[in-house]
């Protein structure tokens, strides 16, 4: 997967959580630079792929953050920790259930399936190699795979009301067992219509956008 391509998807993928939610990332300016992208293993240093996006997507007023920290493949497991730690348990969970939804979109779309429920969100942490045969970074640390009490999150694969194959992610929040207080994903709608649009086409149609954008100039 050339670095293009990887952008596109990164832009597809976190542009549309942003979009569909009513939310915006801060400017790269205000977050400081290349720390302004969620997953690992993207370069951000492609214009053109971001003029592409900019002219097709509707501008959204930032409402609030879907994930308070940058790049968590440039941050210590320290520095996410504290970053965490600073919020009430629930809040911390919902966090790294949205992470982890998206995350596991980007490795759908790398990999062209979901980890197994034998893998489980540990693969996340060391990637194997992609089908191209280039090494990924881990998507995740061990702290985003985990809710705010210290508990695995939970993951089962499903099959979505569009009839796509997919995901649940959960926490079984501070009892640590089934009961009413399980968390669950807070934008899981905006999960499924992503999978929908790359299913759809909408990552080969954004990487020949791309791919003509560069060739002019």
């Not at 990164?10 to 290349?34: N, Q, R, V, W, Y």
């Not at 959960?170 to 929908?196: C, H, L, N, Q, Y």
Request: hydrophobic share 35%; glycine share 6%; proline share 9%.
């Amino acid at each position: 997967m050339n670095l293009q391509r990887s952008f596109a998807i990164s832009l597809l993928l976190f542009g549309s959580m942003f979009i569909l939610t009513g939310c915006a990332p801060k400017p790269a300016s205000e977050e400081g630079g290349d720390d302004a992208m969620i997953v690992s293993g993207v370069d951000d240093s492609e214009p053109a792929a971001v003029e592409t996006m900019e002219a097709s997507t509707p501008k959204s007023q930032p409402e609030k953050e879907i994930l308070p920290f940058p790049h968590p493949g440039k941050m210590s497991e320290a520095d996410i920790e504290k970053i965490l730690s600073e919020k009430p348990p629930k809040e911390a969970t919902m966090i790294n259930l949205r992470f982890v939804s998206i995350a596991l979109l980007l490795f759908q779309v790398i990999y062209d399936r979901y980890p197994t429920e034998e893998e489980g969100l540990a693969i996340l942490l060391s990637p194997p190699m992609t089908p191209d045969g280039e090494k990924r970074d881990p998507i995740a640390r061990p702290i985003l795979i985990e809710d705010g009490w210290g508990n695995p999150i939970q993951y089962r694969h499903a099959t979505w009301d569009n009839d796509l194959p997919g995901f649940e992610v959960w926490s079984w929040g501070p009892d640590g067992d089934e009961s009413e207080d399980d968390i669950r994903p807070d934008f899981m709608d905006e999960i499924v219509k992503t999978a929908a649009m790359i299913e759809a086409g909408a990552l080969d149609q954004l990487d020949s956008a791309t791919s003509e954008s560069s060739s002019d100039q």
